[in-house]
């Protein structure tokens, strides 16, 4: 597996080894052990989640306050523009953020840890998201911060108004936002 830091080095992106033929593909796409090996963490995931979400949707950026979640994503189907923000005071990158393409077909997965919040925009006709997280969804925690803050600057690769939940579009602005020590 190979593992890239990103300008935000506790983001990781993975690349899995790809065993591919004439009859298609096999990928491991977590394992346990492997992961504790290539980043030095004993992650143990207790929930999976998969969203389907049509172009230019746009989801985030979500984060719970309590009960963080580490956050491992993958594409299955699709493309999308995936962004973690640092919400960690004592982090030398807090506030920043950093954004990565990934596709299905890429085979390419992101490791968010606890402390940052997380979206995507959807660049496909479709786009098939599978995330594994470190700690149960819990609704009286989850927190939203608009996706559009202008102290956040986030360089969306939008061609026109995305399409946004209203929670989204209610979302706090990072200067209200509860955030992580």
Do not use: C
Not at 13 to 42: C, I, M, W
Not at 117 to 134: D, P, Q, R
């Amino acid at each position: 597996m190979k593992v890239t830091r990103t300008d935000i080095p506790d983001v990781l992106v993975f690349e899995p080894r790809v065993h591919q033929d004439a009859r298609g593909f096999l990928l491991e796409s977590y394992n346990r052990r492997a992961f504790k090996e290539v980043t030095g963490l004993d992650i143990k995931f207790v929930q999976d989640n998969t969203s389907f979400s049509v172009r230019n949707v746009l989801r985030g950026l979500h984060y719970q306050i309590r009960q963080p979640q580490g956050k491992l994503i993958q594409v299955m189907a699709g493309e999308i523009f995936d962004v973690a923000v640092d919400l960690r005071r004592s982090s030398p990158t807090f506030r920043e953020w950093v954004g990565t393409t990934i596709t299905g077909g890429g085979h390419r997965m992101v490791w968010i840890p606890e402390g940052f919040a997380h979206g995507y925009f959807v660049l496909s006709e479709h786009a098939i998201v599978l995330y594994k997280t470190t700690d149960y969804y819990a609704l009286e925690h989850e927190r939203s911060i608009l996706w559009s803050d202008a102290e956040l600057g986030i360089r969306w690769p939008l061609g026109g108004e995305p399409i946004v939940s209203d929670k989204d579009r209610r979302a706090s602005p990072f200067r209200s936002a509860d955030l992580f020590d």
